[in-house]
């Protein structure tokens, strides 16, 4: 099979590193480009640990990028960043796979909205796929399996590692501010708090805060509910709405997200029934560069390619029921 050919626009951040890794160790793609400004020039190699092919680093115009041709683009780039790069690529280049991982597009209905376990059944042949924010993914597997029971907004209180902020330095990614510390901003309002609430089609609060680790986010949600549950019904509802995802794991425990960092999948657990049972607390845990970011994207491109959906991931990132 000839391999289908992926470049890379924005690179240099945290989540292009992760995503030329899973590109370069998968079995049908093959990195064509990737374009960063400030590495322009170097090797590669020289970057990511364990890339051993000779591709450089170009700093390429939005014209350039869509004259490449390339089969797939993936764009890791902050958001309203997306608009003059799409266009060139739908001038030049229609046929590309465009795989946005800002929120530039999450608002879009011509565009497919790319959160596998909930939304392959959706994809019919797009080739613009917006992925979605990584707190926005941990919010929206943790509520989805009780949508329909809910009585008011479901409150989430997530905690991202710095790696979140990206690469330009900011309070958010300062390590030095960071420590010992947990650093709450944009309590209300918050854009992953109307992607998710229009994605689920239910209202959803959200605050969110940084904490001083590197990566991998907590999402702690508290979800009213119009009738009591019982502890065993909602685990099971749980295990039952995400059975056959090798990406997601329900757990009885709190999951904890030093033990998500660097793995490529979900864990849901620590349900917990308030007195009278109508409020329930799950946590969710992701690394926000994997299944947050760049597995994600690697999800739907394997998707938009018709091939197995976790190809390229490795096999020792998939859950099994004995860990």
Same mark, same amino acid.
């Given at each position: 099979?000839?391999?289908?050919?992926?470049?890379?626009?924005?690179?240099?951040?945290?989540?292009?590193?992760?995503?030329?890794?899973?590109?370069?160790?998968?079995?049908?793609?093959?990195?064509? &480009?990737?374009?960063?400004?400030?590495?322009?020039?170097?090797?590669?190699?020289?970057?990511?640990?364990?890339?051993?092919?000779?591709?450089?680093?170009?700093?390429?115009?939005?014209?350039q990028v869509g004259g490449k041709g390339a089969d797939a683009v993936v764009l890791a780039l902050p958001n309203g960043k997306a608009a003059e790069l799409v266009a060139a690529i739908d001038a030049q280049a229609p046929q590309t796979v465009v795989v946005d991982l800002s929120a530039d597009y999450r608002f879009?209905?011509?565009?497919?909205?790319?959160?596998?376990?909930?939304?392959?059944?959706?994809?019919?042949?797009?080739?613009?796929?917006?992925?979605?924010?990584?707190?926005?993914?941990?919010?929206?597997?943790?509520?989805?399996?009780?949508?329909?029971?809910?009585?008011?907004?479901?409150?989430? &209180?997530?905690?991202?590692?710095?790696?979140?902020?990206?690469?330009?330095?900011?309070?958010?990614?300062?390590?030095?501010?960071?420590?010992?510390?947990?650093?709450?901003?944009?309590?209300?309002?918050?854009?992953? !708090?109307? !992607?998710?609430?229009?994605?689920?089609?239910?209202?959803?609060?959200?605050?969110?805060?940084?904490?001083?680790?590197?990566?991998?986010?907590?999402?702690?949600?508290?979800?009213?509910?119009?009738?009591?549950?019982?502890?065993?019904?909602?685990?099971?509802?749980?295990?039952?709405?995400?059975?056959?995802?090798?990406?997601?794991?329900?757990?009885?425990?709190?999951?904890?997200?030093?033990?998500?960092?660097?793995?490529?999948?979900?864990?849901?657990?620590?349900?917990?029934?308030?007195?009278?049972?109508?409020?329930?607390?799950?946590?969710?845990?992701?690394?926000?560069?994997?299944?947050?970011?760049?597995?994600?994207?690697?999800?739907?491109?394997?998707?938009?390619?018709?091939?197995? !959906?976790?190809?390229?991931?490795?096999?020792?990132?998939?859950?099994?029921?004995?860990?």
């Amino acid at each position: 099979m000839s391999k289908q050919t992926v470049g890379i626009v924005g690179a240099r951040g945290h989540t292009g590193a992760e995503l030329i890794r899973l590109i370069d160790r998968h079995p049908h793609l093959e990195l064509s &480009f990737v374009s960063s400004r400030e590495l322009d020039g170097r090797p590669v190699r020289g970057q990511i640990e364990g890339f051993s092919g000779e591709l450089r680093y170009e700093n390429l115009s939005h014209e350039q990028v869509g004259g490449k041709g390339a089969d797939a683009v993936v764009l890791a780039l902050p958001n309203g960043k997306a608009a003059e790069l799409v266009a060139a690529i739908d001038a030049q280049a229609p046929q590309t796979v465009v795989v946005d991982l800002s929120a530039d597009y999450r608002f879009n209905d011509d565009w497919y909205y790319g959160l596998p376990e909930l939304t392959r059944g959706k994809y019919a042949g797009q080739r613009r796929i917006s992925n979605p924010g990584c707190y926005a993914t941990a919010m929206q597997l943790a509520i989805a399996p009780m949508l329909g029971l809910l009585s008011a907004p479901p409150q989430c &209180f997530g905690v991202s590692g710095y790696s979140g902020a990206g690469t330009t330095p900011s309070d958010r990614n300062n390590v030095g501010l960071l420590r010992d510390n947990l650093m709450p901003y944009a309590l209300a309002d918050h854009l992953h !708090e109307r !992607e998710v609430s229009r994605q689920l089609g239910t209202a959803v609060e959200f605050m969110p805060h940084v904490a001083p680790h590197f990566r991998g986010i907590t999402m702690t949600v508290n979800l009213a509910l119009r009738e009591p549950v019982a502890i065993d019904d909602v685990r099971a509802r749980y295990r039952a709405r995400y059975a056959g995802e090798p990406l997601l794991r329900v757990i009885d425990a709190t999951p904890w997200v030093s033990r998500i960092a660097g793995r490529h999948g979900v864990e849901i657990g620590g349900f917990t029934v308030a007195p009278g049972g109508r409020r329930l607390v799950a946590v969710a845990t992701l690394d926000n560069l994997l299944k947050g970011a760049a597995t994600q994207a690697m999800q739907n491109l394997n998707l938009a390619f018709g091939f197995d !959906e976790l190809a390229g991931v490795p096999a020792d990132a998939y859950f099994t029921e004995a860990g």
